[in-house]
C-alpha cells in the first residue's frame, strides 16, 4: 500500500445549503442547483467563471451546458447517498494532479413538493424522455421533433460544416474508412477483414448526408476490461508495464445543436494538456487510437489533437500513410470501431489495443516502433473528450 | 405512417409555444447580458436574478450545418424521402436546430440565407422550420 499522496493538496472553501420547515421549497430542478452553486461560489469569493471542474451525480456535462461553462472536469459519479463524498475525493485528486483547479458539487431534489405539483415528480411533460426529475430534457423539445437521427445525424452535421469550412472531401473521409479496414484483414477477431476501396465507400447507402454506410461504425457485441495499478508494483509483475504518461478531460456541450464550433472538438484543449503532461510531443506518438464512431470523428482527433494543422486533416490522411506500412504514426491498428468491433462505448478497446501495441503483443498488426501511445476517447455527440498518453519503461 | 415527434411543452418554454400558435417567433432574452438565449432555459445561469425576456425574433437565418438524412429519424417515414436536418444561425446571435424545408434537400448549402416559416402541430402550435431566404 503506497502512502496517499492527497493530503494537503485541496480543501473545502465555499459551502451552501437550504431546508425549510414545511418541508418544501419554491425553487427546484435547475434553478435551485444554479441557486445552491452560486451562494457556495458566493461563499468562497469565486464566480461561475472560475470553476472548471463539474460534479454531478446524474449529468455532469449537462449541467455544464446548463451553466454554460465548458469544464476540463467532470465526475458523474453516482453510488446513492455517499456520491458527494466520492466527488471530494475525486476532486481532491483531480486537483493535486492539476486537471482543474475550481470544483463545484451540486445536490437538489424536491421530492415532497414535487408530489403536489401537476404532473407528479418530473417537469416537462409528456412524449418519450420528455419529463426528468430536474428539469426539461432540452433534447426531447429542441432537436428530436426535427428527425435528428442519433448518433449518426450529430456527427452528419459535424462533418457538413468541415466540409464547408475547410474543403475536406468525402473521398479523405473515405481513406480513413479504407485505412482502417486495413489494418482490420489482420485482426482475426474483427467484423470485417475484407479489404475496400475509396469507390466501396462513396458506392455505400447515404445514411445521413455526407456519412455513407462504410462512414459509421459498426454494432457489434464486445467487451473488454483493464487492470491498473501502482508503477512499484507494475514492475514486479509478469507483464512489461504500460504506464500512464498524461491524461486529460475536456467537455464542450451535451446537444450536438450546442456545440460551440461543430469542426472543433474538446480534444483540442484535452489532448494538448494530456500530451504536455505525458511530455511528449505528436511526432513521438507511434500510435494513435482515436475513437472512430464515424470517419469524421477521426479526422477531427487528427486536427484537434494536433498530429496535423486545423483543417488538414483531410490532406493529412489522404495518401494512406495511417495504414499498413504508411507512415510514422499508425492509427487504430485493431480495425477500429468501423471495422473490428463497436458495442456502444467503445472507449476500452482503444486502450486495450494501446498496450498491446506497447507490449510488443499485436502479431501481424505490430508496428515496429511501439514506444508511445494515445487513446483517445470520444463521448457524447463530440461532446466530451478523453485523452491517455501511454508508455513503455523506455519513456520513464 | 410513423407519427411524427410533437416536442412536449415544459414551463420554461411555454412562453414560445404558446407565441407559436399565433405564428409570432420569440426568443428568451437575459436581461442581465442583453443576449438571447438558446435553447430556453429556467434561468441565466450568470444572472440567476435577472428576469427572462420573451421578445419577437426577425426569423431571419443562416444555415451553419446541414445533413440530408435518408435513413429517417425519430418520427420520420422513410417513404416520405429524404430531409435536411440542419442548424440555424438566427440574426439574433443564437444557433437552433430545425430543418430546411420548401426546396430540393440538396439544394441546402452551409451559408444560405433562410427565413422562418411555421409547420402546425396537432395541437394548434406551431414547428419552427425555414426555408431558402
Known amino acids: ?396 | 405512417m410513423t407519427a411524427r415527434i410533437e416536442p412536449p411543452v415544459s414551463p420554461v418554454s411555454k412562453p414560445f409555444w404558446d407565441a407559436s400558435r399565433d405564428q409570432r417567433f420569440v426568443l428568451p432574452w437575459s436581461t442581465a447580458s442583453g443576449k438571447a438565449m438558446w435553447y430556453p432555459r429556467e434561468v441565466d445561469p450568470q444572472a440567476p436574478d435577472a428576469a427572462i425576456e420573451w421578445r419577437e425574433a426577425s426569423g431571419d437565418g443562416v444555415v451553419y450545418a446541414a445533413s440530408v438524412h435518408h435513413r429517417p429519424g425519430p418520427g420520420r417515414d422513410e417513404a416520405d424521402g429524404p430531409y435536411v436536418v440542419a442548424l440555424i444561425e438566427l440574426a439574433e446571435g443564437v444557433r437552433m436546430m430545425s430543418n430546411v424545408v420548401g426546396c430540393e434537400p440538396y439544394d441546402v448549402a452551409v451559408g444560405m440565407p433562410v427565413r422562418l416559416v411555421w409547420e402546425p402541430l396537432s395541437d394548434g402550435r406551431h414547428l419552427p422550420q425555414f426555408t431558402p431566404a
Open chain 1, 1 to 396: 500500500m503506497t502512502e496517499r499522496t492527497l493530503r494537503g493538496a485541496a480543501a473545502i472553501v465555499g459551502v451552501a445549503d437550504i431546508a425549510s420547515p414545511t418541508g418544501q421549497l419554491d425553487q427546484r430542478g435547475r434553478a435551485l442547483e444554479v441557486a445552491m452553486i452560486r451562494a457556495a461560489l458566493d461563499d468562497a469569493g469565486l464566480t461561475l467563471d472560475d470553476v472548471d471542474g463539474v460534479c454531478h451525480a446524474g449529468s455532469p456535462t449537462a449541467l455544464a451546458e446548463f451553466l454554460g461553462i465548458q469544464p476540463r472536469y467532470v465526475d458523474g459519479t453516482v453510488v446513492g447517498g455517499s456520491s458527494y463524498e466520492l466527488h471530494v475525493e475525486h476532486a481532491a485528486a483531480a486537483i493535486a494532479a492539476g486537471l482543474c483547479e475550481v470544483v463545484v458539487s451540486v445536490y437538489a431534489s424536491t421530492p415532497r413538493s414535487d408530489r403536489r405539483r401537476p404532473g407528479g415528480g418530473t417537469f416537462g411533460g409528456g412524449g418519450p424522455g420528455g419529463g426528468r426529475p430536474m428539469g426539461p430534457n432540452p433534447a426531447v423539445e429542441w432537436e428530436i421533433p426535427f428527425g435528428l437521427r442519433m448518433p449518426m445525424g450529430a456527427y452528419a452535421l459535424a462533418a457538413s460544416r468541415h466540409m464547408a469550412v475547410y474543403g475536406t472531401t468525402a473521398e479523405q473521409l473515405a481513406q480513413i474508412a479504407v485505412d482502417t479496414r486495413a489494418w482490420a484483414t489482420m485482426n482475426p477477431n474483427a467484423r470485417f477483414q475484407e479489404p475496400i476501396t475509396i469507390q466501396d465507400v462513396l458506392d455505400s447507402p447515404m445514411i445521413a448526408s455526407p456519412l455513407h454506410l462504410l462512414d459509421c461504425c459498426l454494432v457489434t457485441d464486445g467487451a473488454g476490461a483493464f487492470v491498473m495499478t501502482s508503477a512499484e508494483r507494475a514492475r514486479d509483475l509478469g507483464r512489461p508495464p504500460v504506464y500512464v504518461l498524461g491524461a486529460a478531460t475536456a467537455g464542450s456541450h451535451q446537444m450536438i445543436s450546442q456545440m460551440p464550433d461543430l469542426a472543433t472538438t474538446a480534444g483540442a484543449v484535452s489532448g494538448p494538456a494530456a500530451l504536455r503532461m505525458a511530455g511528449v510531443k505528436t511526432n513521438d506518438v507511434d500510435l494513435l487510437m482515436g475513437y472512430d464512431s464515424f470517419t469524421i470523428t477521426a479526422l477531427l482527433h487528427l486536427e484537434d489533437l494536433g498530429f496535423c494543422g486545423k483543417g488538414e486533416g483531410g490532406a493529412f490522411v489522404e495518401d494512406g500513410k495511417l495504414g499498413p506500412g504508411g507512415g510514422p504514426l499508425a492509427m487504430n491498428t485493431n480495425g477500429g470501431g468501423l471495422s473490428y468491433t463497436h458495442p456502444g462505448m467503445y472507449g476500452m478497446f482503444l486502450l486495450v489495443e494501446a498496450a498491446r501495441q506497447l507490449r510488443g503483443e499485436a502479431g501481424q498488426r505490430q508496428i515496429p516502433r511501439h514506444d508511445v501511445a494515445v487513446a483517445h476517447g470520444s463521448g457524447g455527440v463530440l461532446s466530451t473528450m478523453g485523452t491517455v498518453v501511454l508508455g513503455t519503461e523506455a519513456t520513464l
